[in-house]
């Protein structure tokens, strides 16, 4: 990473294009198998597909899955079961299920991990979910954490995910940075005015590096990679991860001194 280019930063860690009417896309990492995905039904309904990649049946027949949807309100069928979901309202499948996107205008996010056991599907419900209030005004970085699955009252097998959402006047997320060396975490950036952009910066402490991100755009974050960023104007931002165990505690805060 430290002598990557750009656009071989882009091409390795960036998750672009995740977004297209009628389609279902997604990205496979070899850092923890974690799958970053979109659906965006329009007037039809997407079932998840079971790439190749997975080399099983279905694609939850050895996973789980945290959706979150990015649009307007939907709806998700898990064998059959129908859950609404409204904007950053999200939903954990367990491990087994089938899955079926619609909504004409919704837009759904989701990551997949693979599961040693099968734990219920529950509906997250973005109002529902009390916050945790993160830094403050004078340091540009005051922001909402609404963790949806972090190892405690959601029941998972390694998936953690949640939404973060930075307050009107602050630009910065995960400041002061942090690593955790045994789980992979994704970062999704939404809600994020079409002219703004997120610089968001990665790589070992002392070799940070940046990418320059827009809308609906993911990134990876291999388990030795700080994950932070700052925007130019405001946004909110869906995290999830996997790994070793789903212990939200479970990291290394690094000083900013370390970068
Ligand atoms: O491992 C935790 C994830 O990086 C996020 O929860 C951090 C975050 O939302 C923030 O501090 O802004």
């Not at 809308?215 to 925007?231: F, K, L, T």
Request: aromatic letters at 10%.
């Amino acid at each position: 990473m430290e002598t990557a280019t750009n656009a071989d930063l882009r091409k390795d860690f960036l998750a672009p294009d995740l977004f297209h009417i009628g389609e279902v896309r997604g990205v496979y990492t070899h850092d923890d198998r974690l799958v970053v995905g979109g659906a965006v039904p329009g007037t039809g309904r997407l079932e998840l597909p079971a790439w190749d990649v997975l080399g099983t049946g279905t694609h939850l027949a050895r996973r789980e899955l945290g959706i979150v949807n990015v649009g307007e309100p939907g709806h998700v069928l898990v064998d059959d079961e129908k859950f609404e979901l409204g904007h950053l309202d999200g939903l954990f499948v367990g491990r087994g299920s089938e899955v079926v996107f619609a909504g004409a205008d919704a837009a759904f996010y989701f990551v997949s991990a693979p599961a040693h056991a099968t734990y219920p599907t529950v509906l997250l419900s973005h109002a529902a979910v009390e916050p945790v209030k993160l830094g403050s005004p004078a340091g540009a970085n005051e922001r909402s954490l609404y963790r949806y699955a972090w190892g405690q009252e959601l029941q998972t097998a390694v998936l953690q995910f949640g939404v973060t959402v930075i307050a009107d006047g602050s630009v910065w997320n995960t400041c002061p940075p942090h690593l955790h060396d045994r789980r992979t975490e994704v970062y999704l950036y939404v809600d994020l005015d079409e002219k703004d952009r997120v610089f968001h910066f990665m790589g070992r402490p002392g070799a940070a590096r940046h990418l320059v991100m827009g809308n609906r755009e993911a990134v990876i974050s291999p388990p030795w990679s700080i994950h932070s960023g700052v925007g130019t104007g405001s946004y909110a931002f869906i995290w999830a991860m996997g790994g070793e165990n789903n212990e939200y505690t479970d990291l290394t805060p690094v000083p900013l001194e370390d970068l």
